[in-house]
């Protein structure tokens, strides 16, 4: 990976289960973006930068945001909660982050809305599944997701066209509110909640655009466009843990359908992994620490969820799941993150195969995860401080190593090592 790349259309997603700062990340690369176009996920996903030294968490705003010289296109196959956006742009705008609708940031006409209803339908489901629940934030994604595969649901554009609002509210709400009422919940009334949104609308409208149109004439016109993925691979509807996913296509795949180009567009797949491995929510984690080791790993790590604050789940780096998603997703470049994390760790485990009734296996599995155990290659550790690292060859040779390991057992090479949450802490290659 160069500072310069020529321009190109690249994808930057995460490989495992998403947390891997992706957010950062696309914040270092948009120095040389003229567009950073959000495809999928909804308020879900949370996206940590470092700017001005405070820590901002985006939400549905993309993280070129903070690039003054950036175009932001939250995508069509973004599920977009209203009443979250304008929050959140409330609290960019209040932090001294310059928001300018229409002209940094736009909002696709086609994206399809989360209401007070698809949150409280959320919440039932995962009540009624109990023991199997999915561990989701609870914040309707899902449901609003359905509804736009069932053709029922509301778009952005229905915020500025007062009667397209009212009558899809009537028909949406005439569906789901029996369904509301068989749970012991109350009804919802189409007017007050007719009336929120059209106020939201009045103020977002500048930003409402046919922006896959938009991100279409930015690639013929030879511009650099980013394209930022929410969650990781593993998370994908299709490809990833299922049913322990999102609700939406996380991998590459999810470009084209989440913002209107071809996929041919789509040169470069830039994937985004920790040096160790964590996951939130349910779900299995081949090579998960329920131990001291993993508790080490949380604290010294911070991790814990951006948009939950829930504890995260930590364990060694699995190279059986990175090569997966890089295949996968046609990963053709590889950042690693939180580096700096690992000191002091030795050894160093990363695991290489999994072990399912008596076999060994280097592909990953679709089904019975939780029964795999890892077979484990363990590298010498690192003691150095590495924070103020900025050339490869300055690591300690034990950090190098690790990094070399890696690229030759995903079989890609690692272009930029993260490590620390500041922008400049970053080692390019």
């Known amino acids: ?16 289960w998403g947390d891997e700062g992706k957010g950062k990340i696309i914040d270092v690369l948009a120095q040389d973006a003229d567009v950073v176009a959000r495809y999928g996920g909804g308020h879900n996903a949370g996206h940590t930068l470092v700017w001005r030294g405070e820590r ?68 039932v489901a995962e009540h009624v599944r109990g023991a199997g629940r999915i561990g989701t934030t609870g914040r309707g994604i ?28 009537e028909h949406l709400l005439a569906e789901k509110n029996p369904v509301l009422k068989a749970f012991g919940l109350p009804p919802i009334e189409a007017g007050p ?20 149109a938009v991100l279409r004439r930015a690639l013929r016109d030879g511009r650099r466009v980013y394209f930022e993925g929410a969650q990781g691979v593993l998370l994908d509807v299709d490809h990833g843990t299922y049913p322990f996913v999102t609700s939406s296509s996380a991998s590459s795949g999810g470009v084209a359908i989440g913002s209107g180009v071809p996929p041919a567009a789509i040169q470069r797949v830039v994937g985004v992994v920790k040096a160790y491995a964590t996951r939130v929510g349910e779900g299995p984690f081949p090579s998960e620490l329920a131990d001291a080791t993993g508790e080490r790993l949380r604290v010294a790590g911070r991790e814990y969820g951006s948009t939950t604050g829930r504890p995260r789940r930590c364990g060694w780096f699995d190279a ?23 000191r002091g760790f030795d050894p160093i485990r990363v695991a290489v195969a999994y072990q399912v009734a008596g076999r060994r296996v280097t592909e990953f599995p679709a089904f019975d995860l939780d029964e795999v155990r890892p077979e484990y ?25 690790y990094i070399e390991t890696l690229e030759g057992l995903a079989g890609v090479r690692v272009g930029l090592i993260s490590v620390g949450p500041a922008r400049e802490q970053v080692i390019w290659r």
């Open 1 to 16: 990976m160069t500072r310069n790349p020529s321009k190109s259309a690249a994808c930057v997603l995460g490989v495992l």
């Open 56 to 123: 901002l968490v985006l939400h549905l705003i993309p993280s070129g945001i903070l690039r003054p010289q950036v175009l932001n296109v939250i995508g069509n196959g973004v599920v977009v909660d209203p009443f979250h956006l304008r929050n959140e742009l409330e609290g960019l705008v209040a932090k001294g982050v310059e928001v300018r609708l229409g002209t940094n940031l736009l909002v696709s006409e086609r994206a399809p809305l989360i209401l007070p209803l698809h949150r409280a339908l959320d919440q």
């Open 142 to 169: 899902g449901p609003a997701y359905a509804d736009r595969a069932n053709r029922s649901g509301l778009r952005v554009g229905d915020l500025i066209r007062p009667q397209r609002l009212a009558a899809g509210l």
């Open 193 to 212: 909640l007719a009336e929120d949104l059209l106020r939201i609308g009045e103020g977002l409208g500048a930003a409402v655009a046919d922006t896959g």
């Open 320 to 342: 059986v799941a990175c090569r997966y998603s890089v295949d996968v997703a046609g990963i053709t470049e590889l950042v690693v993150t939180n580096l700096d994390v690992l």
């Open 377 to 401: 290659q363990d590298l010498p550790g690192f003691q150095e401080d590495i924070t103020g690292v900025r050339r490869f060859a300055d690591l300690p040779a034990a950090a190098q190593r």
